[in-house]
């Protein structure tokens, strides 16, 4: 075959418990446990030719226009790994990704982009190889990782381990494992609605974020709360004591902002606005009993996490209560994956 596409759709994810702080190549300093999310995506797809030549071509285009920062950093990424990718020698790559979210929501997803990257890679090794098996998703993860931390847990529905933690023996630093099994359904109906409190930019990038906990003052503290938070979790997800999923997500979130804030330098990710959906969302909590909780990525845009059950009062507590503090009233309604999309 001397033409031909491949194409993946991968999602983001939001961690529960939190990747903050790395080393080695792409390796994490604690376990992470994240939910899938299934409306925020990336789609890619590569058209693939043969060449003359003994190396590859590549070219990125981001929703059909250049985009040489992220085309750079794909290069970057396929030379520092190119022991796992000798099988693009002698091919043109036109690559064309777009995203699912609204382009001014500030929403950059590394791990839906990076994600669905690997797995059309791993798509066109089997076409090269002429191997006719499903791709193999740990070895998807397993490459999305390289490219992307948080990536790694993208590629398996509902829920997702990533990191080395006792009670689950495959688990593993190289590539997170599938949690879906046994977790209770009551998460497969998680809604996260994500608050857009701003639309710009993060103004510190994951790389730099990660980097600060390399001589952070809290960081052997940080890393132990986080492996005993995995541990508490996981057994959240099997009893569903959704007071004690909120009680983690909630102090995972305000953890992360807190090591942001007394880092050197220091930084302070929240608005006002995060600040005042959460006092609200809290309030909320307290009045109807209902387990709505928060979270938070390294930027001022909330996450909130509750499940099905109580979908049309959370709406309407949105949209008269929290839309308010949200840019131009914009909020992303997403909702946990269930199925895989391969
Ligand atoms: O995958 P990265 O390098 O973009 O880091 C992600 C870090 C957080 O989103 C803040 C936490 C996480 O576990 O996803």
């Not at 509902?158 to 006792?166: M, N, Q, R, S």
């Not at 998680?190 to 960081?219: F, Q, T």
């Not at 006092?279 to 979270?295: M, S, Y």
Request: glycine letters at 4%.
């Amino acid at each position: 075959m001397n033409e031909f596409s491949v194409s993946a759709i991968s999602p983001s994810n939001i961690a529960i418990v939190k990747y903050w702080g790395k080393h080695g190549n792409q390796l994490p300093n604690n376990p992470s446990v994240s939910l899938t999310l299934s409306r925020c995506h990336t789609d890619t797809r590569i058209a693939v030719k043969r060449n003359s030549d003994s190396n590859y071509k590549l070219h990125f285009l981001f929703e059909g226009k250049e985009s040489p920062k992220f085309e750079e950093k794909i290069k970057k990424y396929l030379v520092e790994n190119q022991q796992y990718f000798g099988f693009l020698k002698g091919l043109d790559l036109e690559i064309d990704s777009s995203n699912s979210f609204p382009h001014s929501s500030g929403i950059a997803s590394s791990a839906a982009s990076m994600s669905a990257l690997a797995l059309c890679l791993l798509k066109i090794e089997k076409i090269v190889n002429q191997q006719d098996t499903p791709v193999d998703m740990r070895k998807a993860s397993f490459l999305s990782r390289l490219a992307s931390g948080s990536a790694a847990r993208s590629v398996f529905p509902v829920c997702a381990l990533w990191g080395k933690t006792p009670s689950v023996s495959d688990s593993s630093d190289e590539y997170a494992v599938p949690l879906a099994d046994m977790t209770h359904p009551v998460f497969k109906t998680y809604h996260d609605s994500i608050m857009i409190v701003s639309n710009k930019e993060k103004s510190v990038s994951s790389r730099v974020g990660h980097s600060l906990m390399n001589d952070h003052p809290l960081a052997e503290k940080r890393y132990a709360t986080a492996r005993e938070n995995t541990e508490r979790l996981l057994k959240v997800l099997q009893n569903a004591d959704l007071q004690e999923f909120i009680n983690i997500a909630e102090s995972e979130a305000l953890q992360l902002h807190d090591l942001m804030a007394t880092s050197n330098p220091p930084y302070r990710l929240m608005e006002p606005n995060t600040l005042k959906i959460i006092d609200v969302v809290r309030e909320f909590r307290h009045d109807t009993g209902f387990p709505l909780c928060f979270t938070l990525d390294a930027g001022p845009n909330v996450h909130l996490l509750y499940p099905d059950e109580h979908n049309a009062k959370v709406k309407d507590f949105i949209n008269e209560n929290l839309l308010q503090y949200c840019h131009d009233n914009q909020y992303i309604d997403d909702i946990v994956q269930r199925n895989t999309n391969l």
